[in-house]
C-alpha cells in the first residue's frame, strides 16, 4: 500500500483528502498543517508522496517545504492549491513539483495525478539507478584497461604499483589506494 503524505492546513479539506485517498486504498499519512513538521514526520516515516499545500501555518511555506522533501528524501511532491496567480505558479515551478491540483478538485482527478506521478517517480528511479550501475561498470573497464596498460609501461613491479595506485585513485574516482603483501610472499 502506498503512503501518500498530506500536508493542508485547511481541516476540512485535509479530512476530505484523507477520506478520498483511504476509498483508493492509499495510506493516508498526516495531514500536518505546517511545512517545519514535514521532515521530522518525513524522518520517521516511509512516504512514497506528498500532497502540499502551497500556503501553510509556520515559518516555512509549502514550496519551501517541497523543494527540502525532493532533495532530501526523493520524494515526489504534488501541490494542491487554490493559488493559481502566475507568480505563485511560477515560484512553485521552479523546485520542479511533479504536479499542480488547482482546488476545488474531484476525486478522479487526485486519483489520475497521483497514479501517474506514482508511475512516473518509479520509472525515474529505475533509469536512475540503471544510469548509475552503468557509470560504475564504465569506471570499472576505465581501471581495468589503464591496470593493462600499465604493466604495459612498467619496468619494475614499484613502477607498475605506482601506476596502479594513480590510475585507481584517477579513473576509478577514489581517494586513496593501499597495497600491501602478504604472508611469505612478502619482501
Known amino acids: 500500500m502506498k503512503t501518500i503524505l498530506i500536508v493542508e492546513d485547511d481541516a476540512i479539506i485535509a479530512l476530505d483528502l484523507k477520506s478520498m485517498l483511504q476509498r483508493f486504498s ?6 500536518l498543517s505546517r511545512g517545519e ?25 509549502g514550496i519551501e517545504a517541497a523543494s527540502r522533501v525532493m532533495s532530501l ?12 496567480d502566475d507568480m505563485t ?15 476545488p478538485y474531484n476525486d478522479r482527478e487526485i486519483y ?9 517517480h518509479s520509472y525515474e528511479k529505475t533509469v536512475r539507478q540503471s544510469e548509475m550501475r552503468e557509470r560504475k ?16 609501461r612498467s619496468d619494475t613491479e614499484e613502477a607498475y604499483l605506482d601506476r596502479l595506485c594513480r590510475t585507481v585513485v584517477e579513473e576509478g574516482d577514489f581517494y ?9 610472499g612478502a619482501n
Open 37 to 61: 513538521d514535514v521532515m521530522p514526520f518525513m524522518d520517521s516515516r516511509r512516504v512514497d508522496l506528498v500532497l502540499m499545500d502551497i500556503l501553510l501555518d509556520g515559518s516555512i511555506d
Open 137 to 152: 561498470a564504465n569506471r570499472a573497464l576505465r581501471v581495468a584497461s589503464s591496470a593493462g596498460r600499465a604493466i604495459l
Open 73 to 84: 528524501y526523493d520524494v515526489p511532491v504534488v501541490f494542491t492549491t487554490a493559488q493559481s
Open 112 to 120: 489520475g495525478t497521483i497514479r501517474s506521478v506514482l508511475v512516473r
Open 176 to 184: 586513496g589506494v593501499w597495497i600491501g603483501y602478504s604472508g611469505a
Open 26 to 31: 492509499f495510506d493516508a499519512a498526516g495531514p
Open 89 to 103: 505558479i511560477k515560484r512553485a515551478s521552479e523546485v520542479s513539483p511533479y504536479g499542480f491540483i488547482v482546488k
